[in-house]
């Protein structure tokens, strides 16, 4: 989620791996253009396969990852958006099949994306407003 738009690129894929993430980073280095990218990551297993480190060390010049530290979903402002999605779109609901549930949630980010006064869960935090200034 770009912070200062509000806008969200997504990538759903099967499974989560290292060529999926790869090509989540592909994805987001065109949605940027030539924006210099600066992408905060929690330190998923699969974030750290040689592939990623190879395609990292490609992109110095456009992307820039900070690694959160291990298991702290609490600094990750992404978890709240997650969590919106499960309460507003994605609970207690079952789904009949996975591509039901991947249209949901599309549908459920669509209706935000790029939206920042419908984000107030993202932003409207105390500690996120004074950093912010």
Not at 36 to 54: E, F, G, Q, S
Not at 88 to 105: H, I, P, S
């Amino acid at each position: 989620m770009d912070c200062a738009t509000a806008k969200i690129t997504t990538l759903i894929a099967d499974t989560k791996s290292g060529w999926n993430f790869i090509a989540f980073l592909t994805a987001l280095l065109k949605a940027y253009g030539n924006r210099k990218i600066r992408l905060v990551c929690d330190n998923a297993r699969y974030h750290h396969t040689k592939a990623v480190r190879a395609f990292l060390e490609t992109q110095t010049d456009r992307l820039t990852i900070f690694w959160l530290p291990t298991y702290c979903p609490s600094l990750n402002l992404i978890e709240r958006l997650w969590g919106h999605l499960k309460r507003t779109v994605l609970a207690n609901v079952l789904f009949k099949t996975v591509e039901d549930l991947a249209d949901a949630f599309r549908q459920g980010v669509g209706r935000i994306n790029g939206h920042r006064n419908k984000m107030g869960f993202m932003f409207d935090h105390d500690h996120v407003r004074n950093n912010a200034a």
